[in-house]
C-alpha cells in the first residue's frame, strides 16, 4: 500500500521561506513522475511543480518559477518543494501527488482527479 506524506507547511510573512518534504512508502520511487499541488479555498487545484523519477527533468507553473525548486532523494524516498520569496498569494494546502500523468499536468495546467497517489496536504499560509 502507498502512502505519501507532506510535512513542512506553516505560517511566515511575505519572502519568507518553507522547505515541504513529501515521503512516500511502498511507493517505487524509480518510476513515474511526482509533482506539488495546491488548493486555495474557493479555487480549482493547480499544479506547482513536477519532476520525473531520477531527474533532472523538472516542471515549474509560470507563478512559481524562479521561486520554487522541486528535488528528491530516491535514498529516502522523499519529494521535496523549496519555497523562498514567498508572497501571499501562496497561500494554499500544497498536496504531493504520484503519476505518470502528473508532470504533463504541471506542463499544461490541467489538473486530474485521479492521479493515483495523493497525500493529505500540508497548510501553507503567507501574511503580508
Known amino acids: 500500500q502507498v502512502h505519501l506524506v507532506e510535512s513542512g507547511g506553516g505560517s511566515v510573512q511575505a519572502g519568507g521561506s518553507l522547505r515541504l518534504s513529501c515521503a512516500a512508502s511502498?511507493?517505487?520511487?524509480?518510476?513515474?513522475?511526482m509533482g506539488w499541488f495546491r488548493q486555495a479555498p474557493g479555487k480549482e487545484r493547480e499544479g506547482v511543480a513536477a519532476?520525473?523519477?531520477?531527474?533532472?527533468?523538472?516542471y515549474y507553473a509560470d507563478s512559481v518559477k524562479g521561486r520554487f525548486t522541486i528535488s528528491q532523494d530516491s535514498t529516502k524516498n522523499t519529494l521535496y518543494l523549496q519555497m523562498n520569496s514567498l508572497k501571499p498569494e501562496d497561500t494554499a494546502m500544497y498536496y504531493c501527488?504520484?503519476?505518470?500523468?502528473?508532470?504533463?499536468?504541471?506542463?499544461?495546467?490541467?489538473?486530474?482527479?485521479?492521479?493515483?497517489?495523493w497525500g493529505q496536504g500540508t497548510q501553507v499560509t503567507v501574511s503580508s
Open positions: 501527488a504520484a503519476d505518470i500523468r502528473v508532470c504533463q499536468a504541471v506542463v499544461t495546467g490541467t489538473v486530474l482527479s485521479d492521479y493515483n497517489y
Open positions: 511502498g511507493y517505487t520511487y524509480s518510476s513515474s513522475c
Open positions: 519532476i520525473y523519477a531520477g531527474g533532472p527533468s523538472t
